[in-house]
Nanobody, 124 residues
Framework: QVQLVESGGGLVQPGGSLRLSCAASGSIFRIHAMAWYRQAPGNQRELVAGITSGSSAKYADSVSGRFTISRDNARNQVFLQMNSLKPEDTAVYYC??????????????????WGQGTQVTVAS
């Protein structure tokens, strides 16, 4: 019913920057909170940053001051600007959205949707 598609990952040197984008599509009625998570090999998935529909943001301590989350409600998009990247930021980054959508039965249902992930590698 609803898909999240991330883009913008890649290889960057320490100290560099990347901007991740995530676009939601489908029978969306309303998107509530959106967030970015990441998972490094051998680690659990962790919250990087989250943003409410009113654009109130929160960050993991490890990225506060370096990463900025933002969203475009009109286009159902969320972004993550990552500056001063460190090797320990290397992970697969996943977009997440809590939303209401129009189901095949014609009613409004809620869901917690994940993107497929995009690899971010920070190395010299």
């Amino acid at each position: 019913q609803v898909q999240l598609v991330e883009s913008g990952g890649g290889l960057v040197q320490p100290g560099g920057s990347l901007r991740l984008s995530c676009a939601a599509s489908g029978s969306i009625f309303r998107i509530h909170a959106m967030a970015w998570y990441r998972q490094a090999p051998g680690n659990q998935r962790e919250l990087v940053a989250g943003i409410t529909s009113g654009s109130s943001a929160k960050y993991a301590d490890s990225v506060s001051g370096r990463f900025t989350i933002s969203r475009d409600n009109a286009r159902n998009q969320v972004f993550l600007q990552m500056n001063s990247l460190k090797p320990e930021d290397t992970a697969v980054y996943y977009c997440n959205a809590r939303l209401d959508y129009l189901s095949a039965y014609g009613r409004i249902d809620d869901d917690n949707v994940w993107g497929q992930g995009t690899q971010v590698t920070v190395a010299s």
